[in-house]
C-alpha cells in the first residue's frame, strides 16, 4: 500500500475511534516543562496534563466496529424522526388554514358578483 494512502487511512481510523470514545489517556511524564500542544487536557481529579490517543486496534476489528452505530445513535434518530414530524404537522396546519382562508375570499367574491340590482 502506498504510504500516502497508509497515512490517510490511519488517520481516518483515529478520528473514527476517538469519535466512538474508544480512548486512552497519556499522561506527560513528571518533572517535563508543560507543552499545551502536546498535553492540552489537564485531568480534573489528578491535575495532570495528558493527551487523548486512539486505541489499538486490528483492521478487522475496526471494520465490526465501523459496522455498529455510534452509541446512543438510536436515540438521536428517533428525536430526528419527532422533529421532523412535529415540523410537517406545522406546515400541514398552515396550509389547512391557507386554504380555508383562500376559499372564504373566493366565496365572498363570488357572492359580490353574482348580486343583480
Do not use: W
Not at 5 to 17: A, F, G, I, P, R
Not at 40 to 53: A, L
Not at 58 to 84: A, C, Q, V
Amino acid at each position: 500500500m502506498d504510504e500516502r494512502v497508509q497515512k490517510y487511512y490511519s488517520n481516518c481510523k483515529s478520528k473514527e475511534l476517538i469519535a466512538r470514545d474508544l480512548v486512552q489517556k497519556v499522561y506527560e511524564e513528571s518533572g517535563v516543562k508543560h507543552d499545551h500542544q502536546v498535553y492540552p487536557h489537564q485531568d480534573e481529579d489528578t491535575s495532570k496534563f495528558f493527551k487523548i490517543v486512539p486505541i489499538a486496534i486490528s483492521d478487522e476489528d475496526f471494520d465490526i466496529i465501523t459496522r455498529l452505530p455510534y452509541p446512543g445513535e438510536d436515540k438521536r434518530m428517533f428525536e430526528n424522526i419527532n422533529t421532523i414530524k412535529n415540523i410537517l404537522i406545522f406546515f400541514t396546519v398552515l396550509a389547512a388554514i391557507s386554504i380555508i382562508g383562500a376559499l372564504i375570499m373566493v366565496f365572498q367574491t363570488l357572492s359580490k358578483l353574482s348580486v343583480t340590482p
